[in-house]
């Protein structure tokens, strides 16, 4: 079992950065795919960015796409996302997750574990 709690949300106006924390329970959270996945109200769960499982490769959704930065770091047990140029369609429920299988990392569905979701709220 793995457990995940992110931390960092918040308000911010548009244009500002934000850096999202996820931290994680388990003794191999190193090879665990790691993804960020946002849901806005009366909205889908969407994906955002992720490593690969191995942790090796990112991915990105177009959206994010050279805003925003997915990063880890294996020996805190800690996967990050900054959030620079934010917009106010980036207002969501951000969550962390993980999955101990490769593929599928744009899938919410694919994934194993989630966090409780911290709020983004971005202002115009």
């Known amino acids: 079992q793995v457990q995940l709690v992110e931390s960092g949300g918040g308000l911010v106006q548009a244009g500002g950065s934000l850096r999202l924390s996820c931290t994680a329970s388990g003794r191999t959270f190193s090879r665990y795919a790691m993804g960020w996945f946002r849901q806005a109200p009366g909205?889908?769960?969407?994906?955002?960015?992720?490593?690969?499982?191995?942790?090796?490769?990112?991915y990105y959704a177009d959206s994010v796409q050279g805003r925003f930065t997915i990063s880890r770091d294996?020996?805190?047990?800690?996967?990050?996302?900054?959030?620079?140029?934010?917009?106010p369609e980036d207002t969501a429920v951000y969550y962390c997750a993980a999955r101990d299988a490769p593929g599928g990392i744009?899938?919410?569905r694919e994934?194993?574990?989630w966090g409780q979701g911290t709020q983004v709220t971005v202002s115009s």
């Open 106 to 108: 744009t899938r919410s």
């Open 43 to 58: 909205k889908e769960r969407e994906f955002v960015a992720a490593f690969t499982w191995g942790g090796g490769t990112t």
């Open 111 to 113: 994934y194993d574990f």
């Open 74 to 87: 294996n020996a805190k047990n800690a996967v990050y996302l900054q959030m620079n140029s934010l917009k």
